[in-house]
């Protein structure tokens, strides 16, 4: 079984702090993605990385960065926490797709950050 | 850009009946994958069913069935004898792009289905 875990499934954090959020998954993926969800809004992908220290933009990156390191680690970081961002934050995996095909996301449990 | 759009913010059902939850999308692509993922209460985004768009049939896993209509752009999620299990917020998801063969997916604003016993 694939399986994405999050560090911390409750954080809370100050305004101003910097945060680190960490996922870890074991399939030898190549694919790993960062959403933010809210409430009304879904889920919205932040960051991406198909590769060890590749990183791509999603939809809404302001605010956050991202580190990959290592394959199966992805890190998303915010740098000066701001109460707009409390939500909550899934990670997912996946292998690459080639062609027209298609690969299933694997999700990691959330961590849900509360900014004070 | 392309957009999902559930407009049932919340849902109930009585358990072992039928439940329908919608969901449109907005593209220019002719080809082209569309998702349902469900989120029970341990958070756990799950994969409940694929379509892809160049297949007129509708894709069935056990009692999960979708109706696509293409040229309405539309991707409905149908659940037969729901089962309490079945309770959770569901998301409609539709790919993209691929960049270097990862996936971006938009995803719906989610609805919450409540299956009453």
């Known amino acids: 079984d694939v399986k994405v875990t999050q560090s911390s499934r409750y954080l809370v954090k100050r305004t101003g702090e910097k945060v680190f959020l960490e996922c870890v998954q074991d399939?030898?993926?190549?694919?790993m993605f960062w959403y933010r969800q809210d409430p009304g809004l879904g889920l919205r992908l932040i960051y991406f990385?198909?590769?060890?220290?590749?990183?791509e933009k999603g939809d809404i990156p302001e605010g956050y960065s991202v580190s990959r390191e290592k394959k199966e680690r992805f890190s998303l970081i915010l740098e000066s926490a701001s109460t707009n961002q409390t939500s909550m934050y899934l990670c997912?995996?996946?292998?690459?797709?080639?062609?027209?095909?298609?690969?299933?996301?694997?999700f990691g449990p959330g961590t849900r950050l509360t900014v004070l | 850009a392309q957009t999902v759009t559930q407009s049932q913010p919340e849902m109930s059902v009585q358990e072992a009946e039928t439940v329908t939850l919608s969901c449109t999308y907005d593209?220019?692509?002719?080809?082209?994958?569309l998702f349902w993922y469900k989120q029970p209460p341990s958070r756990q985004m799950i994969l409940v069913i694929r379509?892809?768009?160049?297949?007129?049939q509708n894709a069935t896993e056990n009692r999960f069935s979708v109706n696509f209509q293409k040229a309405a752009k539309s991707f409905s999620l149908k659940i037969s004898d729901s089962q309490l299990g079945d309770a959770a917020m569901y998301f409609c998801?539709?790919?993209?792009?691929?960049?270097?063969?990862?996936?971006?997916?938009?995803f719906g604003q989610g609805t919450r289905l409540t299956i009453n016993p």
């Open positions: 998801a539709y790919r993209s792009d691929i960049i270097q063969g990862a996936q971006k997916l938009v």
């Open positions: 997912a995996s996946s292998p690459p797709v080639a062609g027209d095909s298609y690969n299933e996301q694997f």
């Open positions: 593209t220019s692509e002719s080809d082209y994958y």
């Open positions: 379509q892809e768009a160049y297949k007129q």
């Open positions: 399939m030898d993926h190549e694919n």
């Open positions: 990385s198909y590769d060890v220290k590749m990183k």
